[in-house]
Every structure is written in C-alpha cells, then in structure tokens.
C-alpha cells in the first residue's frame, strides 16, 4: 500500500509539487492522469526516494520514505520515466544485476526472471544484447528489471509512452494480471482512455495539485458529467495538455 | 559492500565488452608512454653518437697560409675540406657546422713567435653545430699547448712550466643514476597511462549512465548511493592500474632495446622496480579515478565530460615540469605532497637509489588520505538531486 500525505516540491520559485495527497490500495490499480507538466513525474520521484520533498509524507507498506529510504525503495518495483538499459549486456542480465542490488542469490533471481519474461512474452530476446531493441523490448526488459525482486508495490511512470497498439495491449494485460496478484499498481498517465481503461480507482493532477480523486463513476458523480472526458475536463479546467 | 562489489563487476564487465573502451584503456594508452620515450631516445642517443664519434669534417679558409696546422688537423682524423665561396654564408645556411678562417697575416706572426689568430665560425643556435665547434676548439687547444711545449722546449725550459695546474675530471654518478635525467618524465608518462586507462570509465559511469538514462532506474535500488559509487570508482581504479602496470611493463620492454650502453648509461627496469613503483602509485591511481568520477558526475554530458577531463591531464604534469625546471634535493616534506612524492621517489627508484620506508610509507599515506577525501567528495556529490534528473 502506498500513501502520500501533503507533498511539496519547488524548483526554484517554481512548484512543481504544491499538496499531493492519496492513497493506493493493495489489488488495485490507481491512475495518476493529468496533463504534461502537472507534477506526476515529481510526486512520483519523491514516492521513490529520487528526491526529497520539501513538505509532507510517503509510506510504503506503512514504512515512512523520510524515515528508511532503503526500505521504501525495497518494497517498490519502480517504472521509472527514463528507462535505459545497459546495451553491452544481454536482457537477462540487465535483470540479474537489479537482483543482485537487491541481494537476490542467483537461483531466485533465475527463477524471476523466467517467469517475468514468460508474463512479458519475451522469450526470444532474453538473451540477446539490449542493443537495438525496439522501444516495446526495451520497456518489456525496463519492467522486468523493476519487478525481479516480486515487490508489493509497483509503480510505472508513463509505462506505455512511445509504445504501439499491440505492446500497448500486452501492458495493460500485465497490469491487469499484477493486481490480480494482490499488488498495488500505481501508474501515471496523461491518456486518458488508458486510464480509464485500466484504473479502480483515478487521482486527477493539474498544477501541483490533486484536483479530483475516486472511482469513475465518483468522479462522473463529482462533476456532475455524464461522459467520464468531459468529468476530466472539469476537474482539470482546461482541454490543455491533456490529449496524447 | 556487496553492492559495491556487483556494481563494479557488473561495469567492468560492460567495459570489457567496449572494443573501443578496451582498446584506448588497455592497449594505446599503456603504450602512449613508452613508445614515445623509446622513439625519442632513440633519437637522441643516434644523434650525440653520430656527432661524436663520426670524421670531423671542416673547410678550412686560407689553409695556404698555415699548411703545417692544416696538416697536422688531417693527422688528427679531421677532414680538411676545400674553403667554402662565402664561410658565413655556408654557416647560416647550415651547410657547414664549423668553418676555420686562418688571416694572411697568420704565417708572419707565428713566425715572430707572437700570438697568431684563427677564427672559428659557427651558429649557437644549431644545435648538431654545438658537437663539431667544441671538438674543432678542443682541437686548436691542443695544437697551441703542442706547440708552446715545443717552444719553451727550444730555449731549454720545462714544458711543465706551463702547466702549473692539472685538473682530473672524477665523475662520481653511477651509470644508473646518469641514466636518471632521461627519466625525467617517466613519472608523468606513468599518471598518463593511469589517467587514460581510468578515463573512459569514469566518464561512461557516470555521464555516459545519466545521458543513457540508466542512472534513474539504478538509484531506484535499494543499495545505498555510497555503494553505488564505491564499486564504480573501484571500476574506474581498476582500468586504471590495469592500464598503468601495462605501461611499467612496456617501459621494462623498451628499456632493453634503447642502447644506453653507448652513452654509459644503464637502467635496471626490472621486475622489483615495476612492482614497487607500481605501489607506490596506488593511492594516486585512486585519486585520479576519484577526481575523474567527481569532474565527470559534475559534467552535463558525455561531450562535456570529456573535455573537462582532458583539461584535467594537464594537471599531473606540473610536478615534472617543475622538477625539470628546478631539480629539487628530495626531502621529507616533500614525500606528504601527493603527486610530488610520487615524481620525486618513482625518479628515485628508477636512479637505482635506496628508498627509505619511511617515505615510502608517508607517500603513500598521505596521498592514500586524499584519495579518501575525493571518494567521500564523490559519493556527497551523488546525493544531489540534480544529479540523477537527466536533463
């Protein structure tokens, strides 16, 4: 479970982060929409420990991030928004040194790693070098590296940027199938069919802020709309930056 | 520390994989050294023996009017060559090293039994003239000495008289240590192959990882940055002291076919010399691969990291500039200076001479405390925020 109490960050005289509150619950997947720009990308960044907010909580499991950074860190499975790979190392072992950061001994490492590229579908690239893989081989390694130590927590920042319909397609199946599971899921998105598609429940983001947060159906109940796009919008207020 | 440890294993591996990283680091920039020191003694010792040791060729002018000189020259192994259209003209455009000018005037004076002149004309500034101008003066001296001997002689005086002094030359430096001044910059060539054999590592793992967009992903981890930075820099030592110890090993093999035999010259760069020198540049190593992390994190690219690192090789060669310039007595002091110490008793060894522990040791004490410094300075810097962001 994650838990975000009042978070603050400012660049400068700019602030990027300005109250974010919410929670995600285990078995669930939570979306975090909002236009470019909105400040998911640092709310998530401060959820992982990257940065240090200027104000407010982050519990993991209930472990406070201010408090054990090392511990929040091992309970997460991070997506992170920048996802390279080390291209002179094969897919596998791009995977196994995650696991090693984790202290995993090599036979649970191995054992992860097959059953995470069987749920990936990606049998046939596992042991080449990650060097000229496609944008979808490369997000499919990019989690599989995230998820090697089978967190409780998954967190994916934009999981599907950049990716075509069918690898679109085959994350959200592997969304889908990590909730199944009982973890927490929290992505972030700026799409929002695919959050609709996907989320129990939706954390609206606009200036910093959380501006509208609940089930879809609260959310139509909130804003009074009847077509979930027009209920972002109101939330939001603006059209802008919200389209992919 | 076992973070630490899969980082580094994990980035020498990636390095070993580069053909580019491995070439530079580990074949070109430990044979950099060596083979522009062989190639330049080489050089050097085939011109001062061509110079010395070869027929001393010398036009003379107005030899008619001094044929027994002239003769007893040609007796001596010089050349006598026919007099040149315009001596100074042949001098200035270096056809001639040496010209002898003997005036009409030089048969009535010697004649007289006064002080007769010759001239000897040469350029300073060239310098293959330096060799055949001192041995054409040498000469002269000789014949003048020879012949006031014989003078005095004549009138039934002791030629002894006029050399009331005799000064014996007794040069007391060994071969090896004769040796030493070419050595004048082994130690820098040394801290060049450590620099470049660490350089391309200390860039790809820290600004080359952050423009890859790998670094994120990495600090997610749950291994603290410490470690992270830890088995990066011992990464980038390793490449280093590969690529430095591949160097000691290339001198070892140049020296054997530099022939300073010639010049009574000798270097023992045995195998004892390559192990203890190589230990005593081990704190150093880890300074620069620290300093390289640190100047390299602190870069926005890998563009950037680049050129700040090749600033920063200048940076080794002070010590030996100074030390070329202004040759120091060593002293204690001296073995607490990182860099310098290491200058000073890597000479020191390679002179042959006895490098006493207690430097040793301050040497690599104080320079193993920096290197302590730097790597905590590495580590603070991976703590910025900033840092992890890529731009």
Redesign the interface.
């Given at each position: 479970m994650i838990e975000v109490r009042d978070l603050h960050k400012a660049f400068g005289k700019v602030k990027a982060v300005d109250g974010v509150g919410f929670r995600a619950a285990d078995g669930q997947i939570t979306g975090l929409l909002g236009p470019n720009g909105a400040g998911k990308t640092t709310s998530l960044?401060m959820l992982?420990?990257?940065?240090?907010p200027d104000r407010g909580q982050v519990l993991v499991d209930g472990i406070d991030a201010a408090v054990d950074p090392?511990?929040v860190?091992?309970r997460?499975g991070?997506?992170?928004?920048?996802?390279?790979?080390?291209?002179?190392?094969t897919s596998r072992?791009n995977i196994r040194?995650?696991g090693?950061?984790?202290?995993m001994d090599d036979a649970l490492i191995a054992r992860r790693t097959d059953a995470l590229a069987n749920a990936l579908e990606m049998g046939d690239i596992i042991d080449r070098r990650t060097e000229g893989f496609s944008q979808g081989q490369r997000v499919k390694t990019?989690i599989a590296?995230?998820l090697v130590h089978d967190p409780r927590n998954v967190i994916l920042d934009e999981p599907t940027n950049g990716l075509d319909v069918m690898s679109t397609r085959a994350m959200r199946r592997f969304l889908l199938q990590q909730r199944a599971e009982g973890r927490c899921v929290l992505f972030s998105s700026h799409i929002m069919q695919e959050v609709a598609a996907l989320c129990d429940r939706i954390v609206i983001i606009a200036r910093g802020q959380v501006v509208a947060e609940g089930t879809p159906d609260e959310l139509r109940a909130q804003t009074g709309e009847e077509n979930l796009e027009d209920a972002f919008v109101k939330a939001i207020g603006t059209e802008e930056g919200l389209m992919a | 520390m076992k973070a630490a440890l899969v980082v580094f294993l994990k980035e020498v591996t990636e390095n070993l994989r580069d053909r580019k990283t491995v070439l530079n680091a580990l074949v070109l920039g430990p044979l950099l050294g060596p083979v522009l020191f062989a190639v330049m003694m080489g050089f050097i010792i085939n011109k001062q023996l061509d110079s010395a040791e070869k027929p001393l060729a010398l036009p003379v002018i107005g030899a008619e009017h001094a044929p027994n000189l002239v003769a007893w020259l040609g007796q001596q192994g010089v050349q006598v060559q026919p007099a040149p259209a315009d001596g100074e003209a042949a001098i200035r455009e270096r056809e001639a090293r040496a010209v002898l000018v003997i005036p009409a005037s030089f048969g009535e004076h010697w004649r007289k039994g006064e002080t007769a002149q010759v001239q000897v004309l040469f350029d300073s500034s060239d310098q293959e003239g330096r060799t055949p101008k001192a041995r054409v003066s040498a000469l002269l001296q000789a014949y003048s000495q020879q012949q006031a001997s014989l003078r005095i002689a004549a009138r039934g005086l002791h030629p002894a008289l006029l050399s009331p002094l005799a000064v014996a030359d007794r040069d007391l430096a060994s071969s090896q240590q004769r040796a030493g001044q070419l050595l004048g910059f082994l130690p820098y060539l040394l801290v060049l192959g450590a620099f470049l054999g660490g350089m391309y590592l200390a860039i790809d793992t820290t600004a080359g990882e952050r423009e890859r967009q790998s670094l994120e992903p990495l600090l997610a981890n749950p291994a603290s940055r410490a470690q992270i930075v830890l088995g990066k820099l011992g990464a980038t030592f390793g490449f280093a002291m590969a690529s430095m110890m591949l160097s000691l090993v290339a001198f070892s093999f140049a020296f054997q076919y530099i022939d300073l035999e010639r010049l009574g010259m000798r270097i023992d760069f045995d195998l004892g010399l390559i192990l203890r020198a190589g230990l005593l540049m081990v704190p150093l190593v880890m300074c620069f691969a620290a300093l390289q992390t640190i100047v390299a994190a602190y870069a926005k690219s890998y563009r950037e990291a680049q050129t700040y690192l090749s600033l920063l090789m200048l940076v080794p060669m002070l010590p030996s500039i100074i030390l070329m310039v202004n040759p120091m007595k060593g002293e204690l002091w001296m073995s607490a200076v990182p860099l310098l110490s290491q200058n000073v008793l890597v000479m020191a060894l390679a002179r042959g001479e006895v490098v006493a522990l207690a430097e040793f040791a301050l040497s690599f004490g104080a320079t193993l405390a920096l290197a302590v410094v730097l790597a905590w300075v590495a580590v603070r810097i991976y703590h910025r925020e900033q840092l992890a962001v890529s731009a």
């Open positions: 960044r992982y420990t990257l940065m240090r090392a511990g860190r091992r997460l991070v997506l992170p928004d920048s996802r390279g790979l080390y291209k002179r190392l072992e040194y995650f090693q950061l984790h202290g990019a590296r995230a | -």
